[in-house]
């Protein structure tokens, strides 16, 4: 018996909706739930909680503490186990080694103290290398080697082998000091010491797309086994951060196990229907319901943009280089707005500081040849040199608007930073914009690598830039504005 009988629904649910509710009460398989943009997939998987069968133990799984939060204040109050994957993890740790101090500079301190003497730059190349040695559950030189390559890792001058010899000793000492931990060891530190995490009949599991290698094995290993089911809710054409180690080995081997089951949720309730019209040319079966509003899109050039953009839109752009002439450009007429990201502008300035430049002039001479050198070294490795000319960009496009290195540094301060409200104009790459929504929504067409590319529409499988630009359209409730540098 289910905690709700399926025939009682009082609500105008889906034929897809159903599907799904009727597969948690009577299945005993693993489901995967593939949910398009704005497909209500937090509210189908909150109702699908009150058929889980009596006396089943349910733990809950959130992509972030936002969604964490909407879950434990929508569900049901017999689903008590509600975490993000970080919050579970120091649950684990802390049942095993005690009440552990949490420390975010725990990596940057062990570092420190092991390289004396060194820059700022080289200890932050060995966080950020360690960190996705943690989100992959990393740790042999050949693949340290493939992040350094794939991640353009700056050495700082130090020696390869080295580098890579610093690395796993710092994820030693860090293993091995349970008293402090940071948010990566949260997820990290359940699989190298196998601890317990709990023994559930149902583990759900959102935004699957873009969940790491440690995440995913935590849900794995939270199931009980044989008995278990995972309900994994995603949309692996809204996959975009294979950068961030995100990883579907898991879920494509849960796919092939006999007993498991694939349902959708291709209607988007956020979208108005010239906008699912539009997104139908990478995703064919999306859908919106009936009673969605016609809503438009309209062509327009970078000057229109600045007359028709208004607080609380968004601008969205496939990469950060650029959105700062546009946003500096709305703060000179009077208009708050700013990007988000605020780790973006520590990475420009962090580079501003690598130079050890004063001026201007000798700054961008320097710039070009850090970018020519970086360049070389993806080329011979066959890498996507895209996060290099992203970040060249942004430091020649900013400078184009200063007189001095001291103004570049504050204006980075500035224009870079989280906020998120309606009386701002946010502008934003694509992936930061991701799971957010407006009613005006400006696309700069030109940044996009793929928009409607005849050749790669309609594929087997997604691919990421195609992703990347149905995202960014999906992100519309009401007008989308195709912006072209050309009127």
Sequence with gaps: MSNQSYKTVKHNWSEYQKAIFKNIANDDGHLIIEAYAGSAKTTSIIESFKYVPKGKKVLALAFNKKIQEELKSRSPSYIQDIFTFHSLGLRAIKQRFGNVQIDDNKVFNIVKSELKNSTYDLIISVCDTVAYCKYGLLDSPKDIENIIDNFSIDLCDMEKNTFIKTVITILSLDKKDTSKIDFNDMCWLPFVYNLNLGHYDFVYVDERQDLNKSQLVMAKKACKPITGRIIAAGDEYQALYSWRLADTSIIEDLKKQPKTKILSLPISYRCPKNVISLAKNWIPDIKCPDTAIDGSIENISLNQLYTKAKPGCFILSRTNAPLIKICMSFIRQGIKANIKGRDVGKQLTSLIRKSKKKQIKSFLNWLEDWKNEELDKLKEKNINPDNILDRYECLVNICDECKTLEEVDKKLNELFNDTD???????????????????????????????????????????????????????????????????
Aim: hydrophobic share 40%; aromatic share 10%.
């Design 421 to 487: 409200e309606n009386n701002l104009i946010i502008l934003s790459t694509t992936h930061r914009a991701k799971g957010l929504e407006r009613e005006d929504v400006f696309v700069l067409r030109w940044t996009f690598k793929y928009w409607l590319d005849p050749s790669i529409k309609h594929l087997d499988k997604p691919n990421e830039e195609c992703n990347i630009a149905y995202v960014a359209a999906t992100r519309s409730k009401n007008r989308l504005f195709i912006v072209s540098k050309m009127a």
